[in-house]
């Protein structure tokens, strides 16, 4: 069974700083890994995905995401924040025994401080 | 070109009523995806369906809840005799023919607020 552990349900950074949200997960067959990115009373928007392709993958709005299978990690960051990512973010994995059917975290909030 | 429309955006349904929730795919897309979101928590899968069909509905709850998407109109979750625990949002996501497999990351419509009172 797959899982995601996203490390702080809240981060909060000052703006133009580096954001570095984490993420780890659990799976027992090669991973496919996404970013979600949710504002309030709204859907999920997808930031980037990791297909096995690159190990580094750019997304939109700047956001870009490492995946390191050493570390089973898949951490999401942004060199400068901007006041407008502020939101919460969900790291999901989804794998060749899970299908189309995703496994989301719970969730990372957060904050830019002028 | 519309996305992933989901209808009602909020819907308040006393205990013991039944709540309809329809959500209309992307135009061409022929997969649908519903989840929950509790609150303070992550989206939980609940069911996979194509046209006419269900594909995977390893993650509804084994009463009161029940998903179909028929040959023409939306895709409709339907929640009989709703407790308080039902509340949630609710999210519907599709994708187009051919990606049902893994690593296709679908759009997500903007989810309907279920309250139930």
């Known amino acids: 069974a797959q899982s995601v552990t996203q490390l702080g349900s809240h981060v909060s950074v000052s703006e133009g700083a580096l954001v570095l949200l984490r993420c780890n997960y659990s799976?027992?067959?090669?991973?496919?890994l996404f970013w979600y990115v949710q504002y309030p009373n709204q859907g999920l928007q997808l930031l980037l995905k990791?297909?096995?392709?690159?190990?580094l993958v750019k997304g939109i709005n700047g956001f870009e995401a490492e995946f390191k299978k050493s570390e089973t990690s898949f951490h999401l960051t942004k060199p400068s924040a901007h006041m407008s990512d502020a939101a919460e973010y969900f790291c999901?994995?989804?794998?060749?025994?899970?299908?189309?059917?995703?496994?989301f975290g719970e969730g990372t909030q957060l904050t830019v401080n002028p | 070109n519309a996305g992933v429309m989901q209808n009602p955006r909020h819907l308040v349904r006393r205990r013991g009523q039944e709540a309809r929730l329809r959500c209309s795919p992307m135009k061409g897309h022929s997969h649908v995806y519903w989840y929950r979101q509790l609150p303070e928590e992550g989206l939980k899968f609940m069911v996979y369906l194509q046209k006419e069909n269900i594909i995977d509905e390893s993650g509804m709850p084994k009463e009161r809840f029940s998903a179909e998407f028929p040959k023409e109109g939306p895709s409709i979750l339907r929640i009989q005799q709703v407790v308080r625990g039902d509340s949630a949002a609710y999210f519907c996501?599709?994708?187009?023919?051919?990606?049902?497999?893994?690593?296709?990351?679908?759009?997500f419509g903007s989810g309907t607020r279920l309250t139930v009172v």
């Open positions: 999901a994995v989804s794998d060749v025994t899970s299908g189309s059917r995703l496994t």
């Open positions: 799976s027992s067959v090669p991973p496919y």
């Open positions: 990791y297909t096995s392709a690159a190990t």
């Open positions: 996501a599709s994708s187009p023919p051919g990606t049902g497999a893994v690593g296709y990351g679908y759009t």
